[in-house]
């Protein structure tokens, strides 16, 4: 917190409560929020003279609160932390932290009877306790995406870009607290108020219908129609978050502009909607468009924190693409790029899943992971990749029920995506239902046809099926589709190396261990199919290769079937340690 309360939270915190409070702050805007209002405080005349101790006073009392540690704020641990008192203080003989106390309690309210009246948050010590009371009297505005009813459903990009203008300007012009949200759930009380409504593109002119609701009382403030030419966009949406302003009144003034010209900000959503629809069609070419766009996206508005997400997703998934670069290197990219994205955004759902993915794959960090898929669903509880991703992370923990509810969540909202209409058979394929399997695959590609990554895992389910003719004709197909990569070579050898085709297995490993100039030959592949050929030796020796390039596929491991031969193997259990696999809860047998 500047030179003020942050360099006393360094002596009266430990180091992992720092560390904890710097990620809650970038994570919940309310907690910056707070711990900028007591910079604030200790700026004012009523604190800027008084003794070191009693500025720290406040600064801990508030950091404990916002850690959730309200049980750790009592008059002994304030004089031991705070005033440097022994460990063996005893209030009843010592009045310091009482009187210490009374004083912070005047002092706060002579602050905000004076220079702090106008302020937005509020924070007092109440008698008899030293927990503070944090209040934010701000507004909460939720601002749902607008329902689309123009004919033409390509213009629902349109939709976004209002909700996206209406919730700037409200964050920006008036003193609230605004929630962007693509619909509204009975029973979320973070916001009281709510904007909802429709737009329709007729032609050259627009239409904006909107409702704003009191939740509390259930009342409709308002309820009013704006029209402009479609040039006009962004001056209708000034126009009805202005009227949102005028029916709210915040009690507060307003503060500030919009940071950055409105056009600039419709622009790099523009590229982010043209980014994400090349994303989703899943080819390489496409994911490299997508990178593309994304970065234009960026340079047009460098605090685009969607953008900075749509990067870390690209870099997440090239590595089923562009195998001639260690998967580690891709995952640190896309890492970065969650964790900007995160720090300019962090109440989007988008960077909290980049970020959990990217923790995922870089650090096999499942716990951190875990935590950051639970927040975005808790943020959008529709944002479709979310449910996809922490599916992904349910079926390479073996928690294949969980994955089924979270890939079924996903394919509700989003239907149409490639990838989301794929993984919905991956729990049946890793938790040996392979004719249940089989059929979710071949129903995704009667919609998809080229999509390869489908008959990659078609052939992987066939032969575990014992159709081996069948893989090998699926496998053909990913050949002709995505190219004789590392991935699928070692799909085939590991299937003539359980089809009693050692011979071929050997001689695919001889011309995949030869310098040359093709693709590189990703270690994991060699594990798989000496695995399928029974030299346990020699797969071990490269699952641990895999594991210092963080392979992808080794995420899988603990449910893959073709590694079935190493269970059973102390290697394998210690492996599985390494990867943070041994120790989580699984529905495997």
């Not at 979310?386 to 509810?405: I, S, T």
């Not at 890939?407 to 990838?419: C, E, N, Q, T």
């Not at 014992?466 to 589709?481: D, H, I, K, P």
């Not at 031969?565 to 599985?576: K, N």
């Amino acid at each position: 917190m500047g030179d003020t309360a942050s360099e006393g939270r360094s002596e009266y915190l430990s180091s992992a409560e720092r560390e904890r409070l710097d990620g809650l702050r970038l994570a919940d805007s309310a907690v910056d929020d707070a711990l900028r209002q007591v910079d604030r405080i200790l700026a004012s005349p009523k604190f800027e003279r008084v003794q070191r101790n009693a500025r720290d006073f406040l600064g801990f009392v508030v950091a404990k609160k916002l850690l959730g540690r309200d049980d750790e704020i009592k008059e002994v641990t304030i004089a031991i932390h705070v005033y440097g008192e022994p460990a063996d203080y005893d209030p009843a003989e010592n009045t310091k932290i009482r009187m210490a106390g009374c004083d912070l309690r005047k002092r706060l309210r002579d602050y905000y009877a004076r220079e702090g009246q106008n302020d937005a948050i509020e924070i007092t010590i109440p008698d008899g306790t030293y927990v503070p009371e944090i209040l934010d009297h701000r507004p909460t505005i939720a601002v749902a995406l607008f329902e689309n009813w123009t004919p033409d459903g390509d213009q629902s990009y349109l939709c976004t870009a209002v909700q996206d203008e209406i919730a700037h300007r409200l964050r920006h012009t008036g003193n609230t607290r605004v929630y962007s949200v693509t619909r509204l759930e009975a029973g979320d009380r973070r916001f009281r108020y709510a904007l909802r409504g429709s737009l329709e593109c007729l032609s050259n002119n627009l239409r904006l219908n909107t409702s704003l609701s009191d939740r509390h009382s259930g009342r409709i403030l308002a309820s009013q129609a704006f029209e402009a030419k479609r040039d006009d966009l962004l001056k209708l949406s000034r126009q009805a978050a202005d009227a949102v302003l005028e029916a709210v009144k915040p009690p507060h003034p307003l503060v500030g502009n919009p940071r950055q010209p409105s056009h600039e900000r419709f622009e790099a959503l523009r590229l982010y909607q043209d980014g994400r629809w090349h994303l989703r069609r899943r080819t390489a070419g496409d994911i490299r468009k997508a990178i593309d766009l994304f970065e234009q996206a960026v340079e047009v508005n460098p605090e685009y924190a969607r953008a900075y997400s749509g990067l870390a997703d690209c870099h997440l998934i090239l590595s089923w693409y562009e195998l001639s670069t260690p998967d580690r290197l891709w995952f640190e990219v896309a890492k970065s790029y969650a964790l900007t994205g995160l720090g300019l955004g962090p109440g989007l759902p988008e960077v909290h899943t980049s970020l959990a993915y990217a923790k995922l794959l870089s650090d096999f960090d499942w716990l951190g992971a875990e935590e950051e898929f639970q927040q975005a669903i808790l943020i959008q509880n529709r944002y479709a990749q979310a449910h996809h991703w922490y599916g992904n992370l349910l079926v390479m923990q073996g928690r294949f029920a969980e994955a089924e509810d979270e890939m079924k969540r996903a394919f509700d909202l989003d239907p149409g995506s490639i990838a989301i209409r794929k993984t919905v058979a991956d729990p049946f394929y890793y938790s040996r239902h392979y004719a249940e399997a089989i059929d979710r695959y071949n129903a995704a590609l009667k919609i998809h046809p080229d999509f390869w990554m489908s008959h990659l895992f078609l052939g992987w389910a066939y032969q575990q099926a014992g159709e081996n003719e069948r893989a090998l004709q699926e496998f053909e197909v990913v050949t002709a589709r995505a190219g004789l990569n590392s991935i699928v070579q070692g799909a085939i050898g590991h299937l003539y190396a359980t089809s009693g085709q050692e011979q071929k297995a050997l001689s695919l490993l001889k011309h995949l261990g030869q310098p040359n100039e093709g693709p590189r030959v990703a270690p994991h592949t060699l594990a798989v199919v000496y695995a399928g050929l029974g030299d346990k030796d020699r797969a071990f020796e490269w699952l641990e290769a895999s594991y210092e390039n963080r392979i992808e596929l080794l995420a899988w491991i603990k449910v893959d079937p073709r590694f079935d031969s190493l269970r059973g193997d102390d290697r394998f259990d210690r492996f599985l340690e390494r990867v943070g696999l041994a120790s989580t809860r699984s529905d495997a047998s």
